[in-house]
């Protein structure tokens, strides 16, 4: 089985509270101020207390379309992978030349040549690392991530594979945009980086940390317009459906039954729940269909409340908060899930 040697989350320097956020889009999005008072109830209904962005915040003034956002987007981005992955590598206790492969997923910049290539050459991976960029999976890519690692180290059992998720959703505002999707993401989505570093079953490192025992990923017919980006000449547009907890508690249930029936094991038998924190909404849907409650969520919901949603860099940094926050036991088990665009589902079955 592959083991987790590390995994840490990183963040930009530049944190505001929810109400300074709210001021900027406000300012830049919303020209007509009858729109203000309903922004600022979605933003206060978010749960979310404060943010980090990539740059300063009277820098966001400044952007001028799309070509400087994302000029921008890759500055910070290359910055903050490299800081996640070198960090993540010095947890493991392996060098950057260590790496065999490195998968890296973002959705909320262009970059050609991808993150990881960027990240290698300023990192110093090998100049035959494999490398996979993932674009398309959002707030699921952290989960499917691991689980990609996973299959990777199953047939390569002596390898090293590293995730780096970079996610700087301040740079997909949209200037004059009104709509209800805008003003809900607008308040939840912050920016973030995390890395996780896994070896293979035969690699000396194998013995300490989280196995990884299985995965299950779930497609959900009909959904696509759930959740994602429209892509125009102002750049990415978010699409949010009202469905989304709907849809978690019509599906997620019988995910997670998939996920655990094969190995004996139910809803109970579960000592550590590492969930995306898609929203309140969300974490509330999830909670109520596998009859969880707040403390079994706790580091989700404290997630969401000190940094927002970063889209898939969030269940990694709730995944770093739990090794860090809630020593475990040997034998107990865990599961990793989030959601995103498709709509689907990813879970990982872990256990210490």
């Not at 969401?304 to 709730?318: F, K, Q, T």
Request: aromatic share 6%; net charge negative.
């Amino acid at each position: 089985m592959t083991t987790i040697a590390a995994v840490h989350g990183v963040l930009p320097p530049h944190r505001y509270s929810q109400r300074q956020l709210t001021d900027l889009f406000t300012e830049l999005c919303l020209p007509d101020p009858t729109t203000h008072a309903l922004a600022a109830r979605f933003h206060d209904g978010a749960r979310v207390a404060a943010r980090h962005l990539a740059l300063p915040v009277e820098r966001y003034r400044e952007i001028d379309g799309f070509t400087d956002a994302n000029n921008a987007f890759l500055a910070a981005a290359v910055d903050l992978g490299c800081d996640a992955a070198s960090a993540a590598l010095a947890g493991a206790g392996l060098r950057p030349s260590d790496v065999d492969l490195v998968l890296s997923t973002t959705v909320t910049g262009i970059a050609v040549p991808s993150l990881d290539a960027r990240i290698a050459a300023r990192i110093g991976l090998r100049s035959d690392v494999k490398r996979i960029p993932i674009v398309g999976l959002g707030c699921l890519a952290g989960a499917a991530g691991i689980a990609r690692l996973h299959d990777f180290l199953a047939g390569w059992p002596t390898s090293v594979a590293m995730l780096v998720s970079v996610e700087l959703c301040s740079f997909t505002l949209q200037r004059q945009d009104s709509s209800v999707a805008n003003m809900i993401a607008s308040g939840l989505f912050g920016d973030g980086a995390a890395a996780v570093v896994a070896v293979g079953s035969d690699h000396p490192r194998a013995a300490a940390g989280p196995r990884v025992v299985d995965s299950v990923s779930h497609l959900y017919a009909n959904s696509e317009r759930a959740m994602g980006w429209d892509i125009g000449s102002d750049g990415l547009k978010v699409v949010l459906g009202p469905e989304v907890p709907d849809l978690v508690r019509t599906h997620l249930a019988d995910d997670v039954k998939s996920l655990l029936a094969p190995h004996g094991l139910e809803v109970g038998d579960i000592a550590r729940w590492i969930c995306h924190p898609g929203g309140p909404k969300v974490i509330e849907a999830v909670q109520s269909v596998l009859g969880l409650d707040e403390h079994d969520l706790a580091l989700t919901w404290r997630s969401l409340r000190e940094i927002g949603n970063l889209s898939s860099a969030s269940v990694l940094h709730v995944f770093a908060d739990t090794q860090a926050r809630r020593p475990a036991d040997p034998g107990d088990w865990g599961v990793v899930m989030a959601m995103g665009p498709g709509f689907c589902a990813e879970l990982v079955l872990l256990r210490w």
